[in-house]
Nanobody, 123 residues
Framework: QVPLVESGGGLVQAGGSLRLSCAAS????????MGWFRQAPGKEREFVAA????????LYADSVKGRFTISRDNAKNTVNLQMSSLRPEDTAVYSC????????????????WGQGTQVTVSS
């Protein structure tokens, strides 16, 4: 088990920035690939970004490339998502997730999930 808790969501104007954080419990955090997903009302959960266990490799959805940055601190058991140039279409519940291997953009491949944090971008 990898308990995950997100924080940092909120309301921001278009063009603004937000930083999401995900805190994990347990000593095995550094063994996991961490990902961020989002789900807007009426839409399927979609991949946002992922980072390998050592932070050396990242993967982004085309829709957020150049605007979002994922990072992790294994000493603190945290993974962050820095979001800039936010758009109304970025409005969603953002969740962090963990899996043992890197490379998948499918939410079905992630075993552990946080509860999510709401991000709302106003136009």
């Amino acid at each position: 088990q990898v308990p995950l808790v997100e924080s940092g969501g909120g309301l921001v104007q278009a063009g603004g920035s937000l930083r999401l954080s995900c805190a994990a419990s347990g000593r095995t955090f550094k063994e996991y690939t961490m990902g961020w997903f989002r789900q807007a009302p009426g839409k399927e959960r979609e991949f946002v970004a992922a980072i390998a266990w050592d932070g050396t490799t990242t993967l982004y959805a085309d829709s957020v490339k150049g605007r979002f940055t994922i990072s992790r601190d294994n000493a603190k058991n945290t993974v962050n998502l820095q979001m800039s140039s936010l758009r109304p279409e970025d409005t969603a519940v953002y969740s962090c997730a963990a899996r043992s291997r890197f490379g998948s953009m499918s939410f079905r491949d992630y075993a552990y999930w946080g509860q999510g944090t709401q991000v709302t971008v106003s136009s």
